[in-house]
């Protein structure tokens, strides 16, 4: 049954290709083409990457673009088998990485055993610089490329703020969240230069691994590849944790999503109260 109605969110999608849909997880094995899938998640929900390396079995991307990743730690993977979990992320020295285990990590990489491996982690002390100068300044001569030489219109640039400041527990003084939207901004383009550049030396398809907020349509990656790159395809899928009787009132921001149970976790707010 499920993949019946798979199927007929296929037809669904292959006719309203512009039409924002949920989907079941078995629509994951017949994605609609694209020169670029940005695969959203939950960091720590073991449901979230087993979506995303079923998907990225079904896409074979020639490149796989990870925010978890460094540059470097990506050019260190490819030089390694992608087959041992444990050598692999001893060698990415993932236990200090601050992310989630990486046994849910590795098949998203035995996925695509011969895609390229990109990294979009930038240096926590640029992330903190465009907190206090503005992403543009930190980002360099390809700031206006990613549109971050644009300021926010007034309604948009509160709407982040308040993102932000539920996203930390109502914890920040509110002096922080413009920089706090600035670094969001930072990200969002490094993300967008780092799908450009696996483009450019693969030729695509690539596939992103990144949360669920890169990966809006409205703020995330795919605005910023809107700005630096308007030919390309990119189709957006967010995953979602709801609890099974929560409805969902209004569409989220992806092309595509899937609304999965939460992953039982401690209180995230915990330590702000602490503190």
């Given at each position: 049954m499920a993949r019946f109605?798979?199927?007929?969110?296929?037809?669904?999608?292959?006719?309203?290709?512009?039409?924002?849909?949920?989907?079941?997880?078995?629509?994951?094995?017949?994605?609609?083409?694209?020169?670029?899938?940005?695969?959203?998640?939950?960091?720590?929900?073991?449901?979230?990457?087993?979506?995303?390396?079923?998907?990225v079995a079904a896409l074979r991307?020639?490149?796989?673009?990870?925010?978890?990743?460094?540059?470097?730690?990506?050019?260190?993977?490819?030089?390694?088998?992608?087959?041992?979990?444990?050598?692999?992320g001893q060698a990415l020295q993932w236990q200090d990485s601050g992310w989630p285990d990486f046994a849910m990590y590795h098949p998203i990489f035995t996925a695509a055993p011969y895609a390229a491996l990109y990294g979009a982690a930038l240096p926590r002390d640029r992330v903190r610089r465009a907190i206090s100068e503005g992403a543009a300044s930190v980002f360099g001569a390809e700031a206006a490329q990613y549109g971050l030489t644009t300021a926010l219109d007034p309604g948009d640039q509160s709407r982040r703020e308040a993102e932000q400041?539920?996203?930390?527990?109502?914890?920040?003084?509110?002096?922080?969240?413009?920089?706090?939207?600035?670094?969001?901004?930072?990200?969002?383009?490094?993300?967008?230069?780092?799908?450009?550049?696996?483009?450019?030396?693969?030729?695509?398809p690539v596939a992103v691994i990144t949360g669920t907020g890169h990966a809006r349509t409205d703020t995330g990656i795919p605005a910023a590849l809107a700005q630096a790159a308007p030919q390309l395809q990119v189709l957006s899928?967010?995953?979602?944790?709801?609890?099974?009787?929560?409805?969902?009132?209004?569409?989220?921001?992806?092309?595509?999503?899937?609304?999965?149970?939460?992953?039982?976790?401690?209180?995230?707010?915990?330590?702000?109260?602490?503190?």
């Open positions: 109605w798979a199927g007929l969110a296929m037809i669904f999608l292959a006719h309203n290709a512009a039409k924002a849909a949920q989907i079941l997880p078995d629509v994951l094995d017949m994605l609609p083409p694209a020169d670029v899938v940005i695969l959203g998640e939950v960091h720590d929900n073991p449901t979230h990457h087993n979506h995303q390396a079923r998907a991307p020639a490149a796989l673009v990870f925010e978890m990743l460094s540059p470097e730690q990506a050019g260190l993977a490819m030089g390694l088998p992608r087959g041992d979990a444990q050598a692999l400041m539920a996203a930390h527990c109502n914890a920040l003084p509110p002096e922080m969240l413009p920089g706090m939207v600035q670094a969001q901004r930072l990200r969002d383009a490094g993300l967008a230069r780092a799908v450009l550049q696996a483009m450019d030396a693969t030729g695509g899928i967010g995953q979602i944790e709801a609890a099974p009787d929560t409805a969902i009132e209004t569409a989220p921001p992806y092309d595509l999503w899937i609304i999965t149970t939460p992953t039982p976790r401690a209180d995230p707010c915990a330590v702000f109260r602490k503190n």
